[in-house]
């Protein structure tokens, strides 16, 4: 079955970076790209980025350019988010999930990353 | 940037009973990328339609999509107990992809 596993809950200070990690299975993983969304609590999802299945590029949001970048390691079939020069209101769950033809299908756990001095 | 509104912001209804959300976009979506998205507390979204009426696999017959142009619509026939959640829709033919901010299911 198709599973998204991500990496664990980050605590990390202002101006600091993170970098989420979500571990594909139970499907090719270069045949989907992953999307990467973002909710702060008890708020709605936002989209980040998307990086393509079939070569790896990179899509991002226009709020995100120049802080973000997605990555890949096909060998082991994960997929990387690194956020840089973080603020409190970055404080959120960061989700990973499958895509293909612009359709999210499958979604991992979600990440907590908060943001505090 | 597509604004995607959804409508409305609670929905207080009882089991059995029919639901119906809407969600308006800003400009012209193409019917094959706006997609509608479950969500429970302390859950991830759950995929429930796709290309506007598409049920994804698993997803229920009471649960259906309509619209084209600006206009949306998700309906549950018929409110089961584990329905009562977040829905949001999702449009994927404009960038950035954006979501509605949600309308919230609750038992009335």
């Known amino acids: 079955q198709v599973q998204l596993v991500q990496s664990g809950v980050e605590v990390k200070k202002p101006g600091a970076s993170v970098k989420v990690s979500c571990k594909a299975s139970g499907y090719t993983f270069t045949s989907y790209g992953i999307s990467w969304v973002r909710q702060v609590p008890g708020q709605g999802l936002e989209w980040m980025g998307w990086l393509s299945g079939y070569n790896g590029d990179p899509n991002y949001a226009q709020k995100f350019q120049g802080r973000v970048t997605m990555t890949r390691e096909i060998s082991t079939s994960t997929a990387y988010m690194e956020l840089r020069s973080l603020r409190s209101d970055d404080t959120a769950v960061y989700y990973c999930?499958?895509?293909?033809?612009?359709?999210?299908?499958?979604w991992g756990q979600g990440t907590l990353v908060t943001v505090s001095s | 940037e597509i604004v995607l509104t959804q409508s409305p912001g609670t929905l207080s209804l009882s089991p059995g009973e029919r639901a119906t959300l809407f969600c308006r976009a800003s400009?012209?979506?193409?019917?094959?990328?706006l997609a509608w998205y479950q969500q429970k507390p302390g859950q991830a979204p759950r995929l429930l339609i796709f290309?506007?009426?598409n049920r994804a696999t698993g997803i229920p017959d009471r649960f259906s999509g309509s619209g084209s142009g600006t206009d949306f619509t998700l309906t549950i026939s018929r409110l089961e107990p584990e329905d009562f959640a977040v829905y949001y829709c999702q449009q994927s033919g404009g960038s950035p992809r954006t979501f509605g901010q949600g309308t919230k299911v609750e038992t009335k």
């Open positions: 400009q012209s979506v193409s019917s094959s990328f």
């Open positions: 999930a499958r895509e293909i033809m612009a359709i999210i299908d499958y």
């Open positions: 290309g506007t009426s």
